[in-house]
């Protein structure tokens, strides 16, 4: 079995890069657009980028939550919780803590 602090550790550093990426791309957007019409509107290319501006924003906004997440689980690593349902105090299964290592619940509460 993989060490969940190596696991965890490995998963927040891929989130840090992707909020970064995903930071620079919204940048990029909107450094892009001040050169255009701010009319969304009437613009047909206006509203396809902000349609894009919302999808990367909610990408950023995923990613940010899932590195709050990260921190909770190296909280509950710490206190010795970790890998415990947090709603049954079951053990979360393997697998599912391979897939998803920030994870607070087992699969039967996640439904
Ligand atoms: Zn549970």
Do not use: W
Not at 43 to 48: I, Q
Not at 73 to 92: D, F, N
Request: aromatic residues 4%; glycine residues 6%.
């Amino acid at each position: 079995m993989i060490d969940p602090a190596g696991r965890l550790a490995a998963r927040r550093s891929e989130t840090l890069d992707l909020v970064e990426a995903l930071r620079r791309r919204l940048a990029g957007m909107f450094e892009s657009s001040a050169y255009t019409t701010n009319d969304d509107e009437h613009d047909p290319e206006g509203v396809t980028i902000a349609f894009e501006r919302a999808q990367v924003a909610g990408l950023l906004d995923q990613a940010r939550a899932e590195l709050r997440a990260l921190d909770a689980a190296e909280e509950r690593l710490a206190k010795g919780t970790y890998g415990a349902c947090t709603r049954c105090g079951h053990p979360i299964a393997p697998e599912r803590l391979e897939a998803l290592p920030a994870t607070i619940t087992c699969v039967r509460c996640a439904d």
